[in-house]
């Protein structure tokens, strides 16, 4: 070993845990005959080669954005020290300005880093009495998107979603959701700018937007699958979805799923797969549907509008009424679950409003006046159905992979249903042109 040891490198790994209150011995360990090393020369310091300690230690910083635009802003970097005026140290920083209390005259306080742009980080190093370095992770400074929200994706071909100033990552992935040049077509809508894509796993983008509590929302956007190949014809996934004002969990997602050859699209509250109601609708790989996300904060109620007419009217494809009512809707987000369950997608011409460009049709959710369905759960084998026009009822009944399992008319307002199985069902009972559809537990 030499008289003189070199200087300290960079760690090659570090890791970190609850501490320990002291440290009184290193060990060698034993483990298994296949490790067979050679160990010599150790030695202990608390510096590195028992170099002088330093002094000047610097605390965890923060940083506070200069403004919240829709252009890139500054921030500024606060880093609190102790155990200065011991030595004289230069301080420099990688970007921005340096300025607050200083090291080489002061006891403890403050440096602090104005003029630094958002989204670039700040290296600061001291050096003299001794070298110090620090890594300050740039904020973002993005605002909360105005209602109504029309994001047409006119970002270059290749960028990330999360880079825009109106979105930012939920969580972080290698993959990320990139624009994509072109459009999906639509009768009825113009579209501008260019469309985003993504497959497989990959990081979830969120799109704030002001805090809505009451009246009605809708978030609507054109899709077409692309690819289905590795998708699993078993399972299904949530792609995009509404969340609470604090992001702190999902209320409203649009799931997808596939039989290999064909998708199909349904809702749910919960992360439950027995709460999704799916849609009749299938669709096939490369067709663009125009997709509509609507919650009711007055009525409790949760509608998947698929290919409304602009100008004219919807139809509900699929309804579900929270057990929990919704409180707040205030993010919309766009996720990548996995490889087999998350099939490649384009999304263009997203909006997000208290109002839509469509009529909701008579024969939504809830147009059947008065209708009950009981008992559910279902532990015989008659279900009742009842409405205050009492006219003649249909009844088709869908699983969880949305096949047919059950049409019937209603006889004397009962329809039989013992072949069916223990499980959750979704029932669409149709009564003078008029469409409804209930969840129903079979025990």
Request: overall charge negative; proline content about 4%.
């Amino acid at each position: 070993i030499p008289a003189t040891e070199i200087a300290a490198g960079t760690p090659e790994h570090t890791t970190s845990g609850s501490g320990q209150a002291t440290i009184g011995g290193v060990y060698l360990r034993q483990y298994n005959a296949t490790q067979n090393m050679t160990v010599d020369g150790v030695r202990v310091y608390s510096t590195w080669f028992g170099a002088t300690p330093c002094d000047l230690t610097l605390a965890a910083e923060t940083t506070t954005c200069d403004a919240t635009t829709f252009s890139l802003d500054g921030y500024t970097a606060t880093i609190p020290f102790t155990g200065g005026n011991t030595a004289a140290y230069t301080l420099n920083a990688s970007s921005g300005t340096i300025s607050g209390d200083d090291p080489s005259t002061t006891a403890s306080g403050n440096i602090i880093v104005t003029g630094a742009s958002e989204g670039t980080n700040i290296t600061l190093t001291i050096t003299g009495g001794c070298t110090l370095s620090r890594t300050i992770t740039a904020p973002e400074c993005k605002p909360v998107n105005t209602l109504p929200v029309s994001e047409p994706f006119n970002y270059t071909a290749g960028t990330t979603l999360n880079t825009s100033q109106m979105w930012t990552n939920t969580s972080t992935a290698a993959d990320e959701i990139t624009a994509v040049s072109g459009n999906l077509s639509y009768t009825g809508i113009t579209p501008t700018g260019n469309s985003v894509s993504f497959a497989g796993t990959g990081s979830d983008t969120r799109l704030p937007f002001t805090d809505t509590t009451s009246g009605e929302l809708y978030a609507s956007f054109l899709v077409s699958v692309t690819d289905l190949t590795g998708i699993s014809t078993t399972g299904s996934t949530y792609f995009a979805v509404l969340s609470n004002a604090a992001n702190s969990f999902t209320v409203a997602r649009i799931h997808i799923k596939t039989d290999g050859t064909l998708y199909q699209f349904g809702i749910s509250p919960t992360t439950s797969t027995a709460d999704i109601v799916w849609s009749a609708n299938t669709y096939a790989v490369g067709s663009t549907q125009y997709l509509v996300l609507k919650y009711d904060f007055t009525t409790n109620e949760l509608v998947l509008v698929e290919n409304p007419t602009i100008g004219g009217t919807g139809t509900a494809a699929a309804t579900v009424t929270p057990t929990t009512a919704l409180t707040s809707l205030a993010n919309f987000i766009l996720r990548q679950d996995s490889a087999t369950t998350t099939p490649a997608m384009t999304i263009d011409e997203l909006t997000i409003d208290t109002t839509t460009n469509f009529t909701l049709s008579s024969s939504s959710f809830n147009a059947i006046d008065g209708l009950t369905m009981y008992p559910n759960p279902l532990t015989g084998g008659t279900l009742n159905l009842t409405s205050t026009a009492n006219a003649a009822m249909t009844v088709q009944i869908f699983d969880l992979l949305g096949k047919e399992v059950l049409k019937s008319n209603v006889v004397n307002n009962t329809v039989n249903v013992a072949k069916l199985t223990a499980g959750v069902y979704v029932v669409k009972i149709t009564e003078e042109g008029k469409t409804a559809t209930r969840k129903l537990v079979v025990k």
